[in-house]
């Protein structure tokens, strides 16, 4: 190898070792990244509990009964403003003012409500035992919501 071919595959290095860097601080606790409820924050301590030991059986065949019409779109948001938007932000990205204190901050919802790990039944979960399982601040509101209220929230957290 000549010279110039050597001090190629060096910077090239060299720019793959920043960018690595670079993007670790989004794993890291400084800073808006993931870890700390930036934008791609998708709650990372709730999606490895569920990988390592899957969800509950009470919620696994879970399924939305709502046919999502304007009536339960509406309740919905208007429950997700009245319970959820304090922590994550009135259009779910997690930047609501209870919740910048908050580590792991809260999830951006709008997004993650979207995604395919984001079923009925973990949505379910999620709301209905809220942060006991992993240890976070989000609340359990099976005890404060009914059923079709929990519902009404997962449909308008999908039409966000």
């Known amino acids: 190898m000549n010279m110039k071919t050597i001090l190629a595959i060096f910077g090239a290095l060299i720019m793959l070792a920043a960018l690595g860097r670079a993007q670790m601080g989004m ?4 800073g808006p990244g993931m870890m700390r409820g930036g934008m791609m924050n998708m709650s990372m301590r709730r999606h490895h509990y569920v990988m390592r030991n899957g969800l509950p059986e009470e919620y696994v065949g879970k399924r939305n009964p709502l046919s999502r019409n304007a009536e339960d779109l509406a309740l919905g948001k208007t429950l997700y403003q009245s319970n959820c938007a304090a922590c994550h932000g009135a259009q779910g990205h997690g930047d609501g003012p209870a919740g910048k ?3 792991p901050r809260p999830a ?4 993650f409500a979207k995604m395919p790990m984001a079923s009925d039944p973990y949505l379910y979960w999620t709301i209905s035992e809220g942060g006991t399982p992993v240890k976070s601040a989000m609340p359990p509101f099976k005890n404060v919501l009914k059923e079709q209220e929990i519902w009404q929230i997962i449909a308008y957290l999908r039409r966000m």
């Open 27 to 30: 794993m890291r606790g400084s």
């Open 101 to 103: 204190n908050l580590n």
């Open 108 to 111: 951006n919802i709008a997004r």
